[in-house]
């Protein structure tokens, strides 16, 4: 799969290479640091990636203000988008449902927790039939 990951902390990032690698999963990770540069990633001429997982809280456009744009977009509004994010505030999770997502993930603070948790939603992803750009 294309996987877009929306995500400002590096360490995040780094983790979630280290992950796939780890789990010999033979995704394509495109990396974008805040909405803003996700929605630049996604109006290039590059394919349009098969999943999304995003973060909340990001400087410049933090996660729900990209889900809102991604959804009131005609031609984005099809891709699934996996919240990946520390924030266990309901507001936040009420707020992701009612945009529309197709996950809302806590991120564990233990590594091994994470590792299952991230293997089992690509594996999920995986079996399923994906809207191909
Ligand atoms: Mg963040």
């Not at 990001?58 to 994010?85: C, H, Q, S, W």
């Not at 991230?118 to 995986?126: A, I, Q, R």
Request: aromatic residues 8%; charged residues 30%; proline residues 4%.
């Amino acid at each position: 799969m294309n996987i877009l990951f929306i995500e400002d902390d590096a360490i995040e990032t780094m983790k979630l290479q280290r992950t796939t690698v780890k789990l010999g999963l033979k995704h394509n990770i495109i990396e974008a640091k805040n909405g803003e540069e996700a929605l630049t990633v996604l109006n290039s001429n590059s394919p349009l990636p098969d999943l999304i997982l995003l973060d909340l809280n990001m400087p410049r456009m933090n996660g729900i203000e990209f889900l809102k744009i991604l959804k009131a977009d005609v031609n984005f509004r099809y891709l699934p988008t996996i919240v990946l994010t520390t924030s266990q505030n309901r507001a936040d999770l009420l707020e992701c449902y009612r945009i529309g997502i197709a996950g809302y993930i806590l991120k564990p603070l233990k590594y091994e927790d994470y590792e299952d948790k991230l293997k089992k939603v690509l594996e999920y992803w995986d079996i399923n039939e994906l809207v191909k750009a």
